[in-house]
């Protein structure tokens, strides 16, 4: 292996470990609140209620962000400017609060008309004066998450990874917390409490990282700074991007409140279903890369970024193929495994299993979105992922109006996945030319390996999860995860899948 790709590999090894933590807590917390609300009208209060504390946060200071000022702050460090990389941070840190604490205190006044005209217009006006009330509340977390997200992204500049990956799972374990001992006094209130206590704690885990590095705080704003003006230059295309990325979670949210009650909570727990794999691989691949890819672009050694992205695209695709022929075959027994207890019935299940499976479709194609992505932003190319995301998701909200009618809330999810795998096929052409080429052979060959392997996989889990569906759900759900991870491992080893080897040596660092 390259330096590079060692590099990436130590990292990722800390990254996945926390992830899958994190990920199993996510997958805890949602179990959790299904058991409290199942799939209820007070769910899906609560869910439209986060709808916009969460666009606040995305467009301002989320991925937008994130991709624009690693790159200039780590570029900063590769030029052994580390003051000036922390007047950087510093200003960055106080524009972004300043920002979102105006824009949450303008939520907080016309929440009322926000939610009636916007957010929820299905609702009746008891849903929404709840929703209201809620969203209020935690319009709180997008301030304490805009200056968490940058701390996040100055310690992954320094190869950091173990605090702002363990931040996530503190999130977690607040909205745990108040959803197992808040909700039986305070209802659907607890959920809101649980996040914005998170979000301080998502914040307050990562100070020591800052504290190590000796951080230089400065009460600037920097609007002259040329650092300051390449982040807002990387940034004002990405936040295009993500304005049209919400309107398309928005848009779902409008369309599903005007369905029956629980059809929102229902799309919610199956779009979280999907992105638990998604979430442990990809986002922790691309969490790894995006560091090395941006040092790599930044000394313009293409060959080197060339060979890093496509083994870093092989390895993703290794583990969410697989992961999408898994879903998809074992949908019924793990949706009953996880989530079927308490207020969560069989008729929850039944809703879940309608959206997943369509969700389950395109899990491979957002893991790769993840990875690519990352690759433009190291090229301080914010833009072409914008325009291709934009026609993505406009075909996507087009799908959705189209496909709702037959299929309900069915018909965003598969919406969604037919968007996503063209926006993943449009990035993969254009960065193939930036870099002169993926090793085209190596990874369609490893792709090829991958599909086979899967596709034994899915034959082999539905055979099994059919023979044995009068047994415990135990035996069929976990029993069928642990075949087809068996079948899957045999199978690409057979072929001679390289994968096998690097992803172990990932792991074993760590």
Known sequence: MTSSKQQIARAAGIVIGAFALSRVLGLAREMIIGQQFGTSGELDVYLAAFRLPDILFQLVAGGALGSAFIPTFSGCLARGDERGAWRLASAVINLVLLLLSALALLA???????????VAPGFDPAKSA?????????LLSPVIFGVSGIVMGVLNSYQHFLLPALAPIVYNLSIIGAALFLSPSLGVHSLAVGVVVGSLL????????????????????????????????????????????????????????????????????????????????AQALATAAFPTFSELAA?????????TLSATLRAVLYLAIPASVGLFALRYPIVQLLFQRGAFEASSTEAVVWALQFYALGLFAHAVVEIVTRAFYALHDTLTPVLIGGGAMGINIVLSLVLIRPLTYGGLALANSTATILEMVGLLLIIRGRLEGLEGDRLLGSTLRTVLAAVLMGLGVTWFAAGTRELSIIIVGGGGIALGGVIYLVA??????????ALWQMVSRR
């Open 492 to 501: 690409t080893l057979a072929l001679g899948s390289g994968e096998v080897r």
């Open 202 to 281: 998502h914040l307050a885990v990562q100070v020591p990282g800052l504290v190590r590095r000796g951080m230089g705080y400065s009460l600037i704003l920097g609007l002259s700074d040329p650092g300051v003006r390449e982040v807002g230059r990387l940034m004002a295309p990405r936040v295009l991007g993500l304005a049209v990325v919400q309107l398309n979670f928005l848009v779902n949210t409008i369309l599903a409140s005007g369905l029956a009650d629980g059809s929102l909570a229902a799309l919610n727990f199956a779009w979280l279903l999907m992105l638990l794999p998604q979430g442990i691989f």
């Open 299 to 307: 000394k313009k050694q293409v060959a080197e970024m060339r060979g």
């Open 108 to 118: 907080v006044a016309f929440a009322p008309l926000l939610v009636a005209r916007v």
């Open 130 to 138: 709840l929703t209201v009330q809620l969203m209020r509340l935690m």
